[in-house]
């Protein structure tokens, strides 16, 4: 079935510390994955992304980790600053249609 | 760039009225999608547009949900009529190749509240 958001789970972390953040997809024909972030009163901003072929990929102070076997991904967000808080979706491109679909989303708060 | 447009940025309608959202997506961008996002369902996808011609809107809630792109440069998503249940944030998207996986482009959401 497709992920639809119920809850929205918080991650607390104090600035300076490095946080993760999980998701678990629903297709096991996905073979695109993307992680947004959303700042209150904006739309979704990419950070990452990562092919099905991979199972990991790095940017800038981000590291995405994809581990098909259990369909899930997870967001390393390296010195974690206060500008990092928000909050954060991992989507999955359906293969075929290339429609994106949302997770839940986690929210992030970072502590000064 | 001046990146996705949506208008209004916020929308307070009554019950019953007619309410239309617009979106102007990225120059050159050839798939064009709309998302509802509420705090019990996140963000939902409600249809897609490829080079105009919509190709998936098993997200359409119902009936009352209709949306058009008629050109490469404009659509609309419109309700009628809107009922209070219809109140969220709506956001149109882009994304420049229909055929390939790539990231969206969100505008900043249409707030909508039905009273």
């Known amino acids: 079935g497709e992920s639809v958001g119920l809850h929205l789970p918080t991650l607390s972390v104090q600035e300076g510390d490095n946080s993760i953040i999980n998701c678990a997809y629903s297709?096991?024909?996905?073979?695109?994955f993307i992680w947004y972030k959303q700042e209150s009163g904006k739309g979704p901003q990419f950070i990452i992304d990562?092919?099905?072929?991979?199972d990991k990929r790095q940017g800038q102070r981000v590291t995405v980790l994809l581990n098909k076997t259990v369909k899930h991904l997870s967001l390393q967000i390296a010195a974690t600053q206060p500008g990092d808080s928000a909050v954060y979706f991992c989507a999955e491109n359906m293969g075929g249609g290339f429609k994106t679909i949302f997770g839940a989303g986690t929210r992030l708060f970072v502590k000064a | 760039d001046a990146g996705v447009i949506q208008s209004p940025r916020h929308e307070v309608t009554e019950m019953g009225q007619e309410v239309t959202l617009r979106c102007k997506p990225i120059s050159g961008h050839n798939s064009l999608f709309w998302y509802r996002q509420t705090m019990m369902r996140g963000l939902e996808l409600l249809i897609y547009f490829n080079n105009n011609v919509p190709i998936d809107d098993s997200g359409m809630p119902e009936d009352r949900f209709s949306a058009k792109m008629p050109n490469a440069s404009f659509s609309t998503l419109k309700i009628q009529p809107s009922e209070p249940r219809d109140s969220a944030v709506y956001f149109c998207?882009?994304?420049?190749?229909?055929?390939?996986?790539?990231?969206?482009?969100f505008g900043s959401g249409t707030q909508l509240s039905v009273l």
């Open positions: 998207a882009s994304r420049p190749t229909p055929t390939t996986n790539e990231k969206l482009f």
């Open positions: 297709n096991s024909a996905s073979d695109y």
């Open positions: 990562i092919r099905s072929n991979m």
